[in-house]
């Protein structure tokens, strides 16, 4: 199945950035969206971004819009998410997913293994 990796995770103090990466490998779909989920300490997983196969769609969750931003290079089979002033209540941990389709959808059928952020106040 289709392999994901995280990283660029760490600790930062609030107002700065990071910018977290996700390789993928494996047995690709011919086309797959992508998106990002976080789950922050004794919470559920929450929806972050997500970006369609072609990168020309996407879609922010309300509480990073103007902050965030998702992106791809499907050349190098790469996803990215550019976090700006970040805040405490990003601390969480940043997973991977792709979806056996071009489209972005609710539902996604491959997970990384996620990287820790942490914001500091």
């Known amino acids: 199945q289709v392999h994901l990796v995280e990283s660029g995770g760490g600790l930062v103090q609030a107002g700065g950035s990071l910018r977290l990466s996700c390789v993928v490998s494996g047995r690709t779909p011919r086309a797959y969206s992508m998106a990002w989920f976080r789950q922050a300490p004794g919470k559920g997983r929450e929806f972050v971004a997500a970006?369609?196969?072609?990168?020309?769609?996407?879609k922010d969750e309300d509480s990073v819009k103007g902050r965030f931003a998702i992106s791809r290079d499907n050349a190098k089979k790469e996803m990215y998410l550019e976090m700006n002033n970040l805040k405490p209540e990003d601390t969480a941990v940043y997973y991977c997913?792709?979806?056996?389709?071009?489209?972005?959808?609710?539902?996604?059928?491959?997970w990384g293994q996620g990287t820790q952020v942490t914001v500091s106040s």
């Open positions: 970006v369609s196969w072609s990168g020309g769609t996407t």
């Open positions: 997913a792709a979806a056996d389709r071009a489209t972005i959808d609710v539902y996604f059928d491959f």
